[in-house]
């Protein structure tokens, strides 16, 4: 994913730190710094397929499956 797309989705999201990011995505404190500093400093960030689907979800105000009530 390239920095500019990472970024847009932050920006979309409200995000504005790796730790909202860690928060809204489940992700590590680690990872969730080393992509958000990656992309502010305009390098593309490897994100794995399962987690742009999360990013998608979580854009779009979707909830875990687990959570619905079914």
């Known amino acids: 994913m390239t920095a500019q797309d ?3 989705w932050m920006d979309h999201c409200g ?5 909202q ?3 809204a995505l489940g992700w590590g404190r680690n990872a969730a710094a080393r992509h958000v500093a990656s992309a502010k400093v305009g390098r593309s960030v490897d994100i794995p397929r399962y ?6 979800a979580y854009s779009q105000g979707l909830k875990p499956w687990d959570e619905y009530r079914r």
């Open 6 to 8: 990472f970024l847009a």
């Open 51 to 56: 987690m742009s689907l999360a990013m998608s």
């Open 15 to 19: 995000l504005k730190t790796a730790k």
């Open 21 to 23: 990011v860690e928060e």
